[in-house]
């Protein structure tokens, strides 16, 4: 590969680092999962009731048909993607991806303490800062015999079965999500909150008020970086 595809850098990358590294699997797949997890349940529901209704003799049949999952779908994804549609959880979702002292929040990243580590990490490190700046790297980079503080992150913390039923409400999973706590109380999740329970009932005609005059946003200017990339011309001295 070297020889006849010089242009082309591979980047191998251990496993098990999905749910330690990507912030969608951190902070945004549990909630995302769940609410379209309560959807597909609501509509399972609706549709057995609505067949009772019309026979109560009858037993109730689920229809799996191509076109009525898909147009059940496009309501899961809606109502998943405004569970997740918050700063709040996309903030910790970052910083979230823990390595030991650091974390992708821009916090971190812009800190003085990691501008620092890079500005001193040529001369304290110049192997690991020859394979960062080189377009090619022509050794392998050094495999750390033994387990490392990372290897002991739980993988599984977001299979917990008191989460997993669909009754729990979506604002626990979110609060739990945020706040890094993956047991909740029996009183919180009794305690359902009104604004959290998805419209199962309502779904047609809370879809066209959203997007009767619908108009696209222009895409917003991104600039928290700016400050910080004006120090990267000291990490070549």
Known sequence: MKAKHSNI????????????????????????????????????????????????????????????????????????????????????????????????????LTSFRAREKLRNLKHENPQFWAELSNDVVKVPCNMVNGKVAEDNQDLDQDNSKDIENSHVPISLVVQQTICQDATPSPESVIKVNNSDAERAFDDEAEADLHFQGAKVDKAPFFDCYDAFWKHFGSLQS
């Open 9 to 108: 850098l591979l980047d191998f990358v251990p496993g098990g680092c999905t749910g330690v590294a990507q912030p969608c699997d951190v902070g945004m797949q549990r909630p995302f999962k769940h609410s379209a997890k309560r959807s597909y349940h609501e509509d399972i529901v609706q549709s057995f009731t609505s067949q009772l209704e019309q026979n109560p003799d009858t037993v109730p049949t689920l229809s799996k048909k191509l076109g009525v999952v898909r147009d059940w779908s496009a309501r899961w994804l809606w109502n998943a993607y405004n569970v997740i549609n918050r700063p709040d959880l996309v903030k910790k979702a970052f910083e979230g991806c823990k390595v030991r002292s650091w974390d992708l929040s821009y916090e971190c």
